[in-house]
């Protein structure tokens, strides 16, 4: 080896994150095994470890060298990739370069008895003879989701040479292979890396041995010779470099075979407990065995516990470490949509698995975190309502399948009453949407919320708590009574264009100047400034559909079917391969209109999960057909692999950008979302009902018809007006007395709250035999405490 020296650009460009255009996702799924691998344009992209939410490499490619040639496999090669057998993530990838002068095949899997990462590579040369060419690794770390400082270095480990690197937190890694080094340098990304090196045709160089606390990266030309152009490379990771380095060599040792076979064990044992609904489509772009798969290697441990949304960075690679998170967080939300792709595929320990983690990070006052990390510590702080509630409807899906007995549903009635009171004192509206944006009464959000008061009442009686689960019931049919006031638009330009009576919005700002609901605008985000506001009244969302998604309002219903109108008219999209539809119009997540990565602004691109929503609609509203032609075009999204994107791009092809019409973008792929959705379609169609709609919504508003003639009032709700006719409810948290008058203060009657249980107090005001025009005025005061100065006015209006 030459003599040594530090290699130059210290401390490297700024890091990024590699594409969140996954190809393929992986686990070993045993308690062994801590690593999960992401794969993309024919290379292994990032690897967690020892969670699921901390990544620790950027990418591990090659680098194929000759005289005066110099070719990089996941830029200059075309690759194909699949599953050795479906739904087991052991991988099969084809590289062959563009230029025709190689191929590359390999078999990348986690290896299922220790903490590493096993790739076994064959590489061809189609032009030439094999020793006219060099075969180079280029290893990025970024241990524990940090792409500076960072240490590698070159290491002889008990006669094993090694690549190896540590992290700020401690965390180290260490690569190993079956033949020889000839040579192996660390050195700053940007500057000295191999990349650099190579490029120029200077060859790795040996002379650079450490690269020290910075954005390093590690390269090594491999030995073919007598190996037929194969060699095994072992990733190992550890809390130390000792570790790291045992597990790379032990995994060297062991090889391939081994591994392969305990994994294929492992995974088809687990496939083979799951429904049979492979059957229910022809499976154009993902199957039902990639989803199943998909969700399974985005749980963390051997498939129990918490879930990630997808193990990926959207844009990642137009991201520093300033976005440590990416997709790798838990979101409550997604984390239920997965349950029910567990439940929907049969699989009701899974399910049991997220309500029992749930439980568990759960905050002290009832709600839970926007997301955060596996560990439960927050990583945003926002509160939106439907994380809030779907833990509940979690609970009563598996109460319902009988997967909960009555000892064990007791067990959860602290989570599901906490959860239920915080809805209670702080809904209907939502600080942010579901797309996590805007403040207001979002349909979506509403229709969660009162199915899960629903559910919690039923839970209530089940606990011998009347009280409770009167209140429960109230106030969702007062919240449902009032879905229209809130969100359903009249008299405006688009309807009267469209020839129909209304539809719902989006969301409807919060409490205004107007009152409650459609009044005002909406902040758009993601736009430049001129774009960034627009009239509650004209911004509409597929959100609406949740309606008849969660037994709220039938699928004929005008409303509905005048909503639909106007979404399809805004928002769908007809591709070759079926329609789509955006989030909402003017919406700014997603690529530049030339294609340029998302970068705080942008036009939002078309969703497919969406279009898995508009199936259960279509299949609500009797179209089966229709609903599997949109099942089609929902699995035709997929990129290479299988793996559904959260969006698809919406314009003219833009290769340079990787971007193709009806084809993911640089969005996050997979989004297990996405794939939860396609699994509860699959189940609905072979059920043909749809799978997770509550049954005590559409028993109590399809069925009865009930509807409530009470309104609320609060400090954090307060309302202007009722009809005649209705009762007005005075909601508060503590117990207090309340003063009221019908006359302007010329008389006045008094009464108290009384404890209605879920941490509120309530009194109901007589009002239904007041005309139209009369005034209710009252004040308030905590018992034992002088009566408040604030004088509240509510007025009685037709």
Not at 449 to 477: G, K, Q, V
Not at 550 to 579: C, E, Q, S, W
Not at 607 to 618: F, K
Not at 628 to 653: K, M, N, T, V, Y
Request: charge should be negative.
């Amino acid at each position: 080896m030459s003599e040594t020296a530090p290699p130059p650009g210290a401390p490297g460009v700024e890091p990024r994150w590699t594409s969140a255009a996954k190809s393929g996702i992986g686990t070993a799924g045993s308690a062994s095994s801590r690593v999960w691998f992401a794969l993309s344009h024919g290379i292994l992209n990032e690897i967690y470890y020892p969670r699921i939410d901390l990544a620790c490499i950027r990418d591990c490619g090659l680098l194929v060298t000759a005289a005066d040639y110099f070719s990089e496999e996941k830029r200059d090669a075309d690759g194909e990739i699949r599953m050795e057998s479906d739904g087991t993530p052991v991988f099969e990838l084809v590289n062959t370069a563009k230029d025709g002068r190689y191929r590359i095949r390999k078999t990348i899997l986690a290896d299922p008895f220790r903490d590493s990462l096993l790739q076994d590579i064959r590489f061809e040369a189609l032009k030439g003879e094999a020793e006219d060419y060099g075969l180079h690794v280029l290893l990025s770390p970024h241990l524990v989701n940090q792409g500076t400082r960072n240490t590698a270095w070159v290491d002889d480990y008990k006669g094993h040479g090694l690549l190896m690197a540590s992290g700020s937190y401690g965390y180290s890694l260490a690569l190993a292979a079956s033949v020889p080094w000839q040579d192996r340098s660390a050195g700053y990304v940007g500057f000295s890396d191999g990349w650099q090196t190579l490029k120029r045709g200077e060859g790795v160089n040996s002379a650079w041995l450490r690269a020290e606390n910075g954005n390093v990266a590690l390269s090594g030309t491999l030995d073919l010779r007598g190996s037929q152009g194969r060699v095994l490379l072992t990733l190992g990771l550890g809390l130390r470099p000792e570790e790291a380095a045992l597990n790379a060599i032990a995994s060297l040792q062991q090889g391939l075979e081994p591994a392969r076979r305990r994994v294929r064990a492992i995974w088809q044992g687990w496939q083979a407990g799951l429904e049979d609904l492979d059957h229910v489509s022809p499976a154009r772009g993902t199957s039902y065995r990639t989803s199943t798969a998909v969700l399974a290697a985005h749980r963390t441990g051997a498939f129990t516990g918490g879930a990630i949304a997808s193990l990926s960075t959207p844009w990642g690679y137009n991201k520093g470490d300033n976005d440590l998170g990416g997709y790798h967080l838990v979101w409550p939300r997604d984390l239920v949509e997965t349950a029910g792709g567990f439940l929907a595929a049969g699989s009701p320990a899974d399910a049991r698995g997220i309500l029992d983690y749930l439980a568990a990070i759960q905050e002290g006052d009832g709600h839970w975190a926007q997301n955060n990390w596996i560990d439960g510590h927050p990583y945003w702080d926002g509160i939106q309502m439907d994380e809030t509630a779907f833990p509940i409807l979690l609970f009563d899906m598996l109460v319902r399948a009988g997967s909960l007995d009555a000892a064990e549903a007791r067990r959860f009635l602290p989570m599901v009453e906490h959860a239920a009171s915080f809805v209670l004192r702080n809904g209907p509206v939502t600080d942010e949407d579901r797309w996590e944006e805007d403040a207001g009464y979002s349909p979506f959000t509403l229709a969660v919320e009162i199915s899960a008061l629903l559910a919690a009442a039923d839970a209530m009686d089940a606990a011998d708590r009347p009280d409770a689960a009167t209140l429960l019931r109230e106030t969702a049919d007062e919240w449902h009574a009032e879905i229209d006031a809130w969100t359903f638009a009249t008299d405006t330009e688009l309807a009267s264009t469209l020839g129909i009576p209304g539809y719902y919005v989006r969301i409807g700002p919060g409490d205004n100047e107007d009152g409650p609901g459609l009044g005002g605008t909406v902040a758009i985000k993601n736009r430049s400034a001129q774009e960034a506001v627009l009239s509650a009244k004209m911004l509409l969302s597929p959100d609406a559909l949740a309606l008849v998604r969660f037994g709220l309002r039938a699928a004929d219903d005008p409303r509905m079917v005048a909503t639909v109108k106007a979404i399809d008219h805004l928002l769908k999209r007809d591709l070759p391969n079926g329609p789509c539809w955006y989030r909402y119009n003017n919406d700014g997540y997603g690529e530049h209109e030339d294609g340029s990565a998302f970068d705080g602004t942008g036009v939002g691109r078309l969703w497919p999960l969406l279009t898995g929503e508009r199936a259960h609609y279509e299949l609500a509203a009797g179209r089966p057909e229709e609903a599997r032609r949109l099942l089609a075009a929902l699995e035709a999204s997929a990129g290479p692999g299988g793996q559904l994107p959260e969006q698809i791009w919406d314009g003219a092809d833009r290769p340079e950008h990787e971007l193709f019409l009806g084809k993911p973008t640089g969005s996050a792929m997979p989004l297990v979302w996405a794939h939860g959705e396609h699994i509860k379609l699959l189940r609905s169609l072979r059920d043909g009902t749809v799978f997770d709609t509550p049954p005590q919504t559409v028993e109590r508003y399809l069925t009865r018809k009930i509807v409530s003639d009470r309104r609320f009032w609060r400090l954090n709700h307060q309302r202007h007006a009722i009809a005649p006719g209705q009762i007005l409810r005075i909601e508060l948290a503590d117990l207090s007395a309340i003063r009221w008058s019908f006359d302007g203060w010329a008389s006045h009657d008094e009464g108290r709250t009384h404890d209605a249980g879920l941490s509120l107090h309530v009194l109901d005001l007589p009002t239904s035999s007041l005309a139209d025009g009369s005034e209710i005025r009252f004040r308030l005061a905590p018992i034992g405490g002088p009566w408040l100065e604030e004088d509240y006015l509510v007025t009685v209006k037709a």
